[in-house]
């Protein structure tokens, strides 16, 4: 150092005697502003502040893999794709608990588990950013900002821990010392969550108190409350955990509640909680559509106006994302309702479960709006319903001939806005949490609204049903019930599922009764085994069929009614027997789900944190 | 060749008469050693500019003024100077011996130039002549084979196909390991652009004694062009041109299947999967029908792509003139290259200017201009990865795989993404995916040399250099772009993009020489010190015009931008690039014999952060000149013999800018609802990286022992050299995923580049009228990586999207360039399964490896089998139940490497009379090459209608379909039988997989080019009032030995990253081509 000072000092010297110009190195990016620029200005922190969403968008993060992969398979949703498929093949592995650390449909360097850390950096970066120069005191705008980059964060922290079960707690931006860090216990995660959302809601206007909250895509106070009484369930609930004070030590674990006296003993974050829903529910503006496909209907066309159901939505924009392309009923390819000629057939990798549509009341209004047992073909210039047969089931949720205002193009991108948390949620969250506190009366009255709307047109049925509810345990039944027929499609199932510890059971029942109707047995021995249906004038779209309902045994009356015929022209008298991979098609049998609740943080994390991060699980 | 530039250059010097009135006036004739007069020889009084230059007749009559103790230089292009003392004589005549000895020419090493006896470190040249002898479109492919040590590849057959050159392997690992070019001074990006018949000579700095002079920028070699200077005499013009044809070379290294063996392709892979109904029969009608298609015709997309004749011409007119005060040339160039793919072609316009004046004693002022006009036009131009596509589109991939007959439809069933515009008509693809590229390039350079005192020169340089280029990539219907990536979907789109870079520099040196203090020869000492500022200004605009109506063109799109929607507007203007440096030099030699020299440069870099801009990068060498001790005086044969061994260090700062601090950049978005722009940190290509301000320079310490020889009149010579590099503090791009960034730029790792080179020059005959001189080079490199900071880097080539995963593999105490995959074991037999007939399927034998995880498809006998080579454990160091038995990720293994053990060329030159002829070879031995052209022309990959290389014709893979039933056979014996003189496996399979198959030797020995010329006889030229007039015809690429079963084995595709290098997918294929040439002189 001391030859190169000298040198130097000589270099400058000879500089100086060849009279010579600039010897300035500093050199900034023209196109690049500062921390104290970017977070003192309102347009430019909104700007960073949606760079937090920005990472959903990403190729293979939310887009491509964790909305497609994530959620499935439950007791009412299940993977229809590569039934066969082995457990080494890696789309079935991840829907069927076999996922491995390698597997290469989520092990890639910009997989959802990289991205979402990306997104969380961005987060940290604004909240630390706002907080120094953004003047939240002085400026409810910003403070605003603030309190939805502390939302953003909470959302992506919701994603990680849902479908990782602990991952390392990064609440500010990187420095050297906090590249490598382990996992850490949940409780930490959550506690830290739960405050930022305490801390976040007030800052936060109400649906359509401002222009960000005017869209479902931005969140509002009600999300934050939303939000905080899911993490409030979920951080109380069971799941997969290691030992107390072994995580990221590749502990096994076991499915257990928490032992920290804020989740062991939740009176208290259930009373916030629940003081957070009812102002949601009193004050939001927020109310249930009165018709339980309307909503569907307007999701199907982007409706992102806040103030309705929709409480929060994923901000896909209208060119990106791949819900429908995933989850729509399934259209086969050249059909006349996408605006391109695609060859390639869309939708219905996934499915409810076959006997999904018995679950339902035969009044229940969302009943033919979730389950749907048909695709479409093209026919020239329009598409044709045709049936799928027993074992192939859609949410009828999502559908291409529904995109009226933003018809599919064709690409691989639809841009719906997935449906993240919803009013009917508020409800039953509300519902859930009174029970849980021992107001049985209150929590009827939370079920009631909710099951009054799926009933429409046949409301005393509704209503007679939950004045039934005669004790908390009931009543716990029939939220866990009644989650499944409101949600399904919308994968809460599985988080609900595994926080009240019922995801084997109810996986078993399901199974069972797959197998139940598969037979004809039990309390399907009153079903025919021939399906038959009947066209609109169109030729397009099945208005009837005939053959699903309890008690059709024989073949129906009246006149338009065909019989399904199946690939070889033959009428089948066994419409919904099953073959054995689909009866076995929710897990593999190397694991239970139990073991598998989560999927492994992947490989090439793992080995970018040079040793500082570990699976637990025996992954 | 030698003579025949001897007597153009004789002509080329000419006349300047200054006569000083009432002086002694001195005569004579000068001869060369057979007699033969010389004229256009250059006679000066010593210390002066005086001079003459002798007639025809080799005569000469000059005024001295002060004949007792002036002495006269006598000079000429060719022949070894030769100075004598007047002494009062008033007739000298003179015999000029031809300058055989190359120890005088001079070497340019930075700042400076030195006779070859006087080198010290590693240093290799190429001239003139040898660049000009071969017609090529650009100077780095006439470099090939040429020197030791330094390693050309011309990476894919496009005509503005990047040319890699690599000086003594590569030292950085996931950086470029390009030299630094530097022409006439000024550093540039690329000497793709100069026109061969412009440059002076190409001088190659390989050791860090030789490139500490660049320090910071010279860890990687340095290449220093000088271009073509004017000389006095009178005004000269000479036209150089040529033209010339070229196809495709060695086409039947992939030939698709027929049209027959197509069918029965598509009819096998759907009945193994149960799906003729929907597959086969739509297309193709029923199985009982399928011998009509033996007698339809096959479709020769590769022909229709690849097949044109390209038609090469160019024009080089050069006037240089001058006096003893003002030199100065002058030339215009023009290169059109009609390319062999369909619509694609390259042209190039030059202009250059050099001057030098010198008005009074005291200064030279030298000015220098360059302009050049490239345009590159065509889908074939599209080599550089861009986003949103791949290098393939409108390549290769589509020629061979698109079905050879027509088809009513091509659907497909799968649900990648990625394979959106596959089976895409080969001529659409081309149409779709079409591109033009225009580059214009200026540099201005001036300099003022103050001879301050005797010995004592200040050089003042300024130069500029201004560089844009403007991209236009237009993205048809078919393209995923189009399609998926587009704001508008599903209509043409054009991606714009216009690139912008202003380099200053100034550069002060000041050269003293101390011979003035010495008063003796036994003491020489040069001493440079300098200065140099370098910066650089640069923006990158780019805007995407999506929605452009159906019908547009290419052309269309480029010139109605407004038809469609704008989208992803930006203009980002980068940090500006500074760079300071402090050098000097110092030589010392001691009674010729020995010498002794050392380096310094500090270099402050803008790149790094305050307190590790600095880096100070001394060296050393010496130098033993044997041939010149008393003991060897009577070895008379040894004209040279000398041992030198030098250390330095050099340095790299290669990193992007911007990457040591945080700041946030705006960007556009379509992705996210609500916002059209965000602001995030900055990234780099698309990669979130971390800041890191420690960065700091990457230094590389080299020890370099070099022998230089040359025996019998300099009939043999050449030199052997040994080199040990280590570049340490690798600037590595160092994966940081889970942390909230991608990568971050770190100081680790090292790696380490030993070998040794050989390089011999014989002249053979040497007669009057015939001569035949040869050549050779041969170099070794072997490199290692020390440390990593890490366990491993993998890096993946996405040639098949994510199906293949990382494919290449840097660790410690391997070679950069592993290719990383499976052991092939062949194909399963069918005694490996046992026939469920109950469930009518094929079931693995206990004991047998289970690779169906991975190879998917059809799994059963003559499927693709994978070696299980490694058992994971668990923590108990059980085997691992889940692992036991299969084929997974974790059976991946180094495969190959592609770098070459020797790599070198060899080149012969003869004459007769007027006749010339001149052979170069080159070779490299000891590589590998990932072949994914191989495997992606051998597999389904789930698809029913790709076309397959006849390696997969039906007699020769493993066929499942008895052809006479058009049954799936089930009966064991029946299949063994049916498949008893097949060896390739399937293509039935589910994804692209790398294995030690598709890794194939690259070793190779090409005649890249020879060529026949003849020099019209002189009298017959001076009729027609010509100085010389020479034909030639040269033959390019005429021959290619090698074992690489693809088209050739000079190959490099995937160069996102230098992670992967020796990939050869889709390549655009090299051309043989035959030209025919003249060079005239006035």
């Known amino acids: 150092m001391k030859t190169s000072r000298i040198f130097l000092l000589g270099a400058a010297l000879a500089s100086l005697t060849f009279g010579l110009n600039s010897c300035d190195l500093t050199s900034e990016t023209k196109s690049t502003f500062d921390e104290s620029v970017v977070f003192s200005n309102k347009t430019l922190a909104e700007f960073n502040v949606m760079s937090i969403y920005e990472v959903f968008g990403h190729t293979n993060s939310h887009r491509g893999r964790y909305l497609t992969y994530y959620g499935h398979n439950t007791d009412i949703e299940v993977y229809l794709q590569d039934l066969d498929g082995k457990e080494t093949s890696a789309k079935p592995q991840i829907s069927k608990y076999a996922i491995t650390a390698n597997n290469t449909e989520l092990n890639i360097n910009n997989g959802p588990y990289n991205e979402l850390y990306i997104g969380v950096e961005r987060a940290n970066l604004a909240i630390s950013g706002l907080k120094k120069y953004g003047n939240i005191e002085g400026d409810p705008e910003m403070a605003a900002l603030y309190g939805e980059a502390l939302v953003a964060r909470a959302l992506l922290y919701a994603e990680l821990l849902k479908a990782y079960g602990e991952v390392p707690a990064r609440f500010g931006p990187i420095t050297p010392e906090t590249i490598y860090v382990n996992k850490s216990d949940k409780d930490v995660i959550f506690k830290q969550l739960l405050s930022d959302l305490e801390e976040a809601a007030p800052l936060l206007p109400w649906p359509n108190g401002s222009d960000a909250t005017s869209v479902t895509t931005r969140p509002s106070r009600a999300f934050a409350l939303g939000l905080y009484a899911r993490f409030a369930l979920v951080a109380s609930g069971w799941s997969l955990r290691p030992d107390d004070g072994q995580v990221g030590t590749g502990n096994t674990g076991s499915v257990r509640r928490s032992v920290d006296p804020m989740f062991a003993e939740p009176e208290a974050l259930y009373r916030t909680a629940l003081a957070g829903l009812e102002d949601v529910i009193e004050h939001s503006g927020c109310s249930l559509y009165g018709d339980y496909e309307a909503l569907w209907k307007d999701f199907n066309n982007f409706d992102t106006k806040a103030g309705k159901e929709v409480i929060y939505s994923l901000p896909m924009s209208d060119s990106r994302g791949r819900w429908n392309y995933t989850y729509a009923i399934r259209a086969e390819g050249g059909s006349a309702t996408f605006t391109q000629d695609v060859e390639k057939s869309k939708g219905g990798s996934v499915g409810p479960v076959p006997t999904m549509y018995w679950r339902y009341g035969e009044n229940d209004q969302r009943r033919t709006v979730s389950c749907a047992n048909f695709e479409t073909v093209p026919a020239g210039s329009f598409d044709r319903q045709v049936l799928s047969g027993g074992e192939k089931w859609y949410f009828g949720k999502y559908r291409f001939d529904w995109m009226t205002s933003h018809p599919y193009s064709g690409g691989n991108d639809d841009g719906c806005k997935p449906v993240y948390m919803r009013y009917s949620d508020i409800l039953l969250m509300a519902a859930e949490i009174a029970n849980e506190l021992g107001d049985l009366a209150a929590a009827k009255g939370y079920l009631k609204q909710v099951r009054i709307r799926a009933y429409k047109g046949h409301e005393s049925e509704a209503e007679s049903y939950v004045d039934a509810i005669g004790s908390k345990d009931a009543m716990f039944n029939a939220i866990v019930d009644e989650r499944a027929l409101e949600f399904v499609g919308e994968f809460l199932r599985k988080g609900d599922l595994i926080r009240w510890n019922l995801l084997e059971s109810k996986i078993e029942e399901t199974r069972t009764e797959m197998q139940a109707l598969a037979e004809r047995s039990g309390k399907f021995s009153d079903i025919s085994g021939n399906v038959w249906y009947k066209y609109a004038a169109d030729g397009a779209t099945i208005t009837d069929v005939w053959g699903y309902e309890h008690g059709q045994t024989t073949a129906p009356e009246g006149d338009g009614w065909q019989p399904y015929l199946d690939s070889k022209g033959s009428a089948p008298s066994n419409y919904f027997s099953m073959s054995d991979n689909k009866l076995n098609s929710f897990y593999f049998s190397t694991y239970t789900p139990n073991q598998r609740q989560w999927w492994p943080i992947p490989a090439t994390a793992i080995v970018d944190a040079q040793g500082a991060l570990s699976n637990d699980y025996g992954f | ?1082």
């Open chain 2, 1 to 1082: 060749m030698k003579n025949l530039f001897i007597k153009i250059a004789l002509l080329m010097s000419a006349l300047t008469v200054t006569i000083a009135a009432g002086a002694q006036t001195v005569k004579g004739v000068v001869r060369d050693s057979n007699g033969e007069v010389l004229p256009g020889v250059s006679v000066i009084i010593k210390g002066t500019t005086t001079g003459v230059s002798t007639g025809m007749d080799g005569d000469y009559s000059i005024s001295v003024p002060n004949a007792q103790s002036a002495s006269l230089i006598f000079s000429c292009i060719g022949m070894r100077d030769e100075v004598v003392a007047v002494q009062g004589r008033t007739v000298i005549d003179i015999t000029m011996s031809e300058d055989s000895n190359f120890l005088e020419e001079t070497v340019v090493i930075g700042y400076a130039t030195v006779k070859r006896r006087d080198l010290m470190g590693s240093v290799s040249s190429v001239d003139n002549k040898a660049l000009t002898a071969v017609p090529v479109a650009s100077v780095s492919e006439a470099l090939t084979g040429k020197m030791a040590g330094v390693q050309v590849t011309t990476t894919e057959g496009d005509p503005d196909a990047e040319i890699k050159i690599r000086v003594r392997g590569g030292g950085s690992i996931t950086q470029d390991s390009s030299p630094l070019y530097i022409v006439d001074g000024f550093p540039v990006e690329s000497i793709n652009d100069i026109p061969a018949a412009d440059i002076q000579s190409i001088d190659i700095l390989k050791d860090a004694f030789s490139t500490a002079i660049y320090g910071s920028r010279g860890a990687n070699g340095v290449v220093l062009v000088t271009t073509k200077s004017g000389v006095s005499g009178k005004v000269t013009v000479s036209y150089n041109g040529y033209i010339g044809f070229k196809r495709m070379a060695n086409k039947q290294a992939i030939t698709p299947m027929s049209s027959f063996e197509f069918v029965k392709s598509v009819y096998e892979l759907a009945a193994m999967d149960d799906k003729i109904d929907t597959q086969y029969t739509p297309y193709f009608g029923k199985f009982e029908d399928i011998d009509l298609y033996k007698d339809q015709p096959t479709n020769d997309w590769v022909a229709q792509v690849f097949g044109k004749t390209g038609v090469m011409n160019n024009h080089n007119l050069s006037v240089s003139g001058g006096s003893d005060k003002v030199k100065w040339t002058a030339s215009f160039s023009h290169l059109g290259d009609e390319a062999i793919m369909t619509g694609s072609n390259y042209k190039r316009n030059n202009l250059s200017f050099k001057a030098r004046f010198s008005p009074v004693k005291k200064f030279d002022f030298d000015i220098n201009a360059r302009y050049s006009d490239t345009q590159v036009r065509g889908s074939g131009a599209n080599s550089i990865s861009d986003a949103g596509t791949t290098s393939s589109n409108g390549r290769l991939k589509h020629a061979v795989q698109y079905t050879p007959l027509p088809l009513s439809s091509t659907s497909s069933e799968s649900d990648l993404e990625e394979d959106y515009g596959d089976n895409v008509p080969p001529l659409q693809s081309i149409s779709d995916n079409d591109t033009r590229r225009i580059r214009k390039d200026w540099t201005v350079n001036g300099a003022v040399t103050w001879h301050i005192i005797d010995n004592l020169d200040l050089k003042v340089e300024g130069g500029l250099n201004d560089w844009t280029q403007t991209d236009e990539h237009f993205y048809g219907v078919s393209t995923y772009y189009a399609r998926q990536t587009s704001t508008v979907p599903g209509k043409p789109a054009n991606i714009h993009k216009d690139s912008y870079r202003k380099k200053l520099r100034n550069t002060n040196t000041l050269n003293y020489n101390f011979k003035d203090i010495f008063k003796t020869d036994a003491h020489r000492l040069d001493l440079l010190l300098g200065q140099e500022y370098i910066i650089t200004k640069s923006n990158l605009l780019t805007l995407n015009i999506d929605g452009l109506p159906e019908f547009y063109t290419a052309e269309n799109a480029w010139n109605f931008f407004s038809s469609g929607t704008p989208s992803n507007p930006s203009n980002y203007y980068y940090a500006d690039d500074k760079l300071l440096s402090f050098f000097g030099r110092a030589n010392y030699v001691l009674n010729d014999r020995y010498s002794f020299s050392t380096t310094l440069r500090a270099d402050g870099s803008s790149r790094f952060s305050k307190g590790h801009q600095w880096g100070f990068f001394p060296s050393f060498a010496a130098a033993w000149t044997l041939s010149n001790e008393g003991f060897m005086s009577s070895a008379t044969n040894v004209d040279n013999l000398k041992l030198r061994y030098s250390f330095g260090t050099a340095g790299n700062n290669n990193i992007p800018l911007g990457v040591t601090q945080m700041a946030f950049t705006s960007s556009n978005t379509s992705w996210v609802d609500g916002t059209g722009t965000i602001f995030t940190p900055t990234t780099v290509n698309g990669k979130n990286i971390m800041p890191n301000e420690n960065l700091s320079w990457e230094t590389t310490y080299s020890h370099n022992i070099g022998l230089d020889f040359a025996f019998f009149g300099s009939r043999i010579k050449g030199s052997i050299e040994a080199y040990s590099n280590l570049t340490d503090d690798l600037l590595i791009m160092f994966p940081t995923g889970g942390s909230g960034y991608d990568y971050q730029y770190r100081n680790l790792g090292a790696v380490q580049n030993t070998g040794a080179e050989l390089s011999l020059d014989f002249v053979i005959v040497e007669k009057k009228d015939w001569g035949i001189t040869a050549g050779m080079n041969v170099s070794y490199n072997k490199n290692v990586v020390k440390r990593l900071g890490l366990d491993s880097i993998t890096a993946a080539t996405r040639w098949a999207s994510q199906e293949v995963g990382d494919d290449f593999i840097v660790e410690v105490g391997q070679p950069l360039g592993n290719i990383y995959g499976y052991k092939c074991d062949g194909r399963y037999e069918v005694s490996d399964f046992t026939w469920d007939a109950t469930n009518s399927k094929w079931i693995l034998n206990e004991g047998v490896a289970d690779d169906s995880g991975l190879v998917g498809g059809s799994f059963g006998p003559g499927s693709l089998k994978l070696k299980d080579i490694n058992v994971i454990k668990d923590a108990e160091g059980n085997p691992l139940a889940s692992n036991v038995g299969k084929v997974d990720v974790n059976d991946k293994t180094v495969i190959g490497n592609t770098q070459p053990k020797l790599v070198g060329g060899f080149n012969i030159s003869a004459f007769w009379k007027g006749f010339d002829f001149n052979a170069n070879f080159n070779f490299v031995y000891g590589n590998q090459i990932y072949n994914a052209n191989k495997i992606e022309f051998t597999s389904s990959r789930n698809y029913y209608r790709r076309n397959f290389i006849t390696m997969m014709d039906s007699s020769n893979r493993w066929t499942n379909v008895d052809w006479n039933t058009g049954a799936i056979i089930t009966d064991p014996d029946q299949l063994a039988e049916a498949n008893r003189n097949t060896t390739m496996w399937s293509p039935s399979m589910g994804r692209a997989i790398l294995t030690d198959w598709a890794v194939e030797d690259g070793s190779f020995l090409r005649l890249s080019s020879a060529t026949i010329g003849y020099t019209l006889p002189e009298s017959l030229v001076s009729k027609v009032k010509l100085s010389s007039v020479r034909v030639y015809v040269t033959g390019g690429n005429l021959f290619c030995l090698t074992k690489y079963s693809g088209y050739d084995p000079e190959v490099d595709t995937r160069r996102d990253t230098p992670l992967t290098p020796g990939v050869d997918y889709s390549a655009y294929p090299k051309s043989r081509s035959i030209v025919a040439g003249i060079n005239l002189t006035f």
